[in-house]
């Protein structure tokens, strides 16, 4: 890629953390508004499950395609695949915005994440591209914080579009925003010269597509209150492993591989990846479980649980912003362990103050955020520069596949205590009683149960401290600070 002037560099980057910023959006935005959605499809309202898809579908993609497509990024330059995953976007926005059904419905939303998922790793190469690692972490920090900034701006945007044109408006108004993303990308950005010499890997590519997949289907429980795993989700997850290990034995004897480990820093590398699988955890577990204790320890419906995971979302895009700039002065190694042992110590406070977990949520969010941008600057400086998009995806789904495995541990051996604690509690009937020691008994009932679920939060948050000091450790193995100048 030519050399760019600095104000053309930023352009490029911001047009390209434009689109990311799009499709982190619809990541989030049909949280608010999935009732609805399952009202016009014809699904009972106590069937919920049978809309799962809709979540899974783009997560599926999402997950799925991104080893592959940053690879193709690092052979036919980043400039197309983003145009590319754009096109695709608006097709899967079209085909999502005129479905009658669940089922095209469904596939609309994978075509989504399918091409959402892929501009993250792919602008974070991007950025690689163009700046010097010196100055490279600020960059993915602003990019860090448009991926996160979706999580707060995607649900209310789903319920503000949705109230003045209905949910298919949410589908409608992506396609001239990725017009807009598309165009804003041709131009800022220089097309690049194909690498004749950078060869792809697509049986790789698609195998291990196809593990994360069944990972991803065997992973996600739409009532993880209930379950550890769905009721597929065993043989989803045999299945997967079964062909992680095709993979494996593919990537072994192949002359033409995935990640080429020629060159790679596999110590800081594997370090990234790890750290990068907790804080996806953590944060995972710190979604669903703040919206379970809202709705059940204080009574609040889920607009309520939503405002109040706010706390812990407005955070994430503010210790972006701030860890990019931390790491491009002090290295990834120093933010990244401040991040998370500060998380740390933010979810002992949550631990100890359930309910009142306002101010806690405020700084976990903050200090994960911090963890962002050294995370991907690390995962780019470890690897030769021409497997950068394949290095960034790799970042991208070990935070994805922590977010997946965390929540489905961390929720089931949570609710096995509570139902160890609870298992001796007996709920108080109104009957050989007046209605004076009834009410006396069920309020004592109820103080217990509340007491139970308390302590079953307070251990969520407990185990996500033991999580956080893990990505410390695994941190200290990260790059230090960047000695070589450089003019870009």
Same mark, same amino acid.
């Given at each position: 890629?030519?050399?760019? *002037?600095?104000?053309?560099?930023?352009?490029?980057?911001?047009?390209?953390?434009?689109?990311?910023? +799009?499709?982190?959006?619809?990541?989030?935005?049909? &949280?608010?508004?999935?009732?609805?959605?399952?009202?016009?499809?014809?699904?009972?309202?106590? $069937?919920?499950?049978?809309?799962?898809?809709?979540?899974?579908?783009?997560?599926? =993609? #999402?997950?799925?395609?991104?080893?592959?497509?940053?690879?193709?990024?690092?052979?036919?330059?980043?400039?197309?695949?983003? $145009? !590319?995953?754009?096109?695709?976007?608006?097709?899967?926005? &079209?085909?999502?915005? !005129?479905?009658?059904?669940?089922?095209?419905?469904?596939?609309?939303?994978?075509?989504?994440?399918?091409?959402?998922?892929?501009?993250?790793?792919?602008?974070?190469?991007?950025?690689?591209?163009?700046?010097?690692?010196?100055?490279?972490?600020?960059?993915?920090?602003?990019?860090?914080?448009?991926?996160?900034?979706?999580?707060?701006?995607?649900?209310?945007?789903?319920?503000?579009?949705?109230?003045?044109?209905?949910?298919?408006?949410?589908?409608?108004?992506?396609?001239?925003?990725?017009?807009?993303?598309?165009?804003?990308?041709?131009?800022?950005?220089?097309? %690049?010269?194909?690498?004749?010499?950078?060869?792809?890997?697509?049986?790789? =590519?698609? +195998?291990?597509?196809?593990?994360?997949?069944?990972?991803?289907?065997?992973?996600?429980?739409?009532?993880?209150?209930?379950?550890?795993?769905?009721?597929?989700?065993?043989?989803?997850?045999?299945?997967?492993?079964?062909?992680?290990?095709?993979?494996?034995?593919?990537?072994?004897?192949?002359?033409?591989?995935?990640?080429?480990?020629?060159?790679?820093?596999?110590?800081? #590398?594997?370090?990234? +990846?790890?750290?990068?699988?907790?804080?996806?955890?953590?944060?995972?577990?710190?979604?669903?479980?703040?919206?379970?204790?809202?709705?059940?320890?204080?009574?609040?419906?889920?607009?309520?649980?939503?405002?109040?995971?706010?706390?812990?979302?407005?955070?994430?895009?503010?210790?972006? &912003?701030?860890?990019?700039?931390?790491?491009?002065?002090?290295?990834?190694?120093?933010?990244?362990?401040?991040?998370?042992?500060?998380?740390?110590?933010? #979810? !002992?406070?949550?631990?100890?103050?359930?309910?009142?977990?306002?101010? =806690?949520?405020?700084?976990?969010?903050?200090?994960?955020?911090?963890?962002?941008?050294?995370?991907?600057?690390?995962?780019? *400086?470890?690897?030769?520069?021409?497997?950068?998009?394949?290095?960034?995806?790799?970042?991208?789904?070990?935070?994805?596949?922590?977010?997946?495995?965390?929540?489905?541990?961390?929720?089931?051996?949570?609710?096995?205590?509570? +139902?160890?604690?609870?298992?001796?509690?007996?709920?108080?009937?109104?009957?050989?009683?007046?209605?004076?020691?009834?009410?006396?008994?069920?309020?004592?009932?109820?103080?217990?149960?509340?007491?139970?679920?308390?302590?079953? #939060?307070?251990? &969520?948050?407990?185990?996500?401290?033991?999580?956080?000091?893990? %990505?410390?450790?695994?941190?200290?193995?990260?790059? %230090?600070?960047?000695?070589?100048?450089?003019?870009?």
């Amino acid at each position: 890629m030519p050399p760019l *002037r600095t104000g053309r560099r930023r352009l490029a980057v911001g047009a390209a953390g434009a689109a990311v910023l +799009l499709g982190s959006i619809d990541a989030y935005v049909l &949280v608010s508004v999935l009732v609805d959605m399952i009202g016009d499809l014809d699904i009972p309202v106590n $069937h919920l499950e049978r809309a799962t898809p809709l979540v899974t579908g783009y997560l599926l =993609g #999402y997950i799925a395609g991104m080893p592959l497509l940053g690879r193709v990024s690092d052979r036919f330059g980043r400039r197309i695949v983003i $145009h !590319v995953c754009l096109a695709a976007f608006a097709i899967g926005s &079209v085909i999502s915005a !005129v479905s009658l059904e669940l089922a095209p419905l469904v596939a609309g939303r994978a075509l989504q994440g399918l091409a959402g998922g892929a501009l993250l790793p792919v602008t974070m190469a991007l950025a690689a591209d163009l700046f010097a690692a010196r100055r490279r972490a600020v960059v993915l920090g602003w990019v860090g914080a448009a991926q996160e900034l979706g999580a707060v701006l995607g649900p209310l945007a789903g319920a503000g579009i949705a109230a003045l044109v209905g949910w298919r408006g949410i589908f409608w108004i992506n396609i001239p925003l990725a017009i807009l993303a598309a165009l804003a990308v041709h131009f800022a950005l220089p097309s %690049g010269a194909p690498r004749k010499d950078a060869r792809i890997d697509f049986l790789g =590519g698609g +195998l291990l597509a196809v593990a994360l997949g069944l990972f991803t289907v065997g992973l996600y429980n739409p009532e993880p209150e209930y379950s550890v795993l769905p009721s597929w989700g065993p043989i989803a997850i045999a299945a997967g492993a079964a062909v992680l290990v095709v993979f494996a034995l593919q990537q072994r004897f192949s002359r033409v591989r995935l990640l080429d480990p020629e060159g790679v820093r596999w110590g800081p #590398y594997a370090a990234c +990846l790890a750290a990068s699988a907790a804080a996806g955890a953590v944060l995972m577990v710190t979604l669903v479980d703040t919206q379970l204790l809202a709705q059940t320890l204080l009574g609040l419906d889920s607009a309520g649980g939503a405002l109040l995971l706010m706390w812990f979302l407005v955070g994430l895009p503010l210790g972006a &912003v701030a860890g990019g700039a931390l790491a491009s002065r002090f290295g990834e190694r120093i933010p990244s362990i401040a991040g998370f042992a500060t998380a740390a110590a933010a #979810y !002992v406070w949550i631990a100890r103050t359930v309910p009142d977990v306002s101010p =806690g949520l405020a700084l976990a969010g903050l200090a994960l955020g911090l963890t962002i941008a050294p995370l991907s600057s690390a995962a780019l *400086r470890t690897v030769p520069e021409d497997r950068h998009g394949t290095a960034a995806a790799f970042a991208v789904v070990a935070r994805m596949m922590g977010m997946l495995i965390g929540v489905a541990a961390l929720t089931s051996w949570s609710l096995n205590r509570f +139902l160890e604690s609870t298992a001796d509690l007996d709920m108080p009937l109104p009957i050989g009683v007046t209605e004076a020691e009834f009410q006396q008994q069920y309020t004592v009932y109820l103080e217990a149960l509340d007491r139970a679920l308390a302590a079953q #939060y307070a251990d &969520v948050f407990t185990a996500a401290v033991a999580i956080c000091l893990a %990505g410390a450790i695994a941190s200290a193995a990260l790059p %230090g600070r960047v000695r070589v100048t450089s003019a870009v």
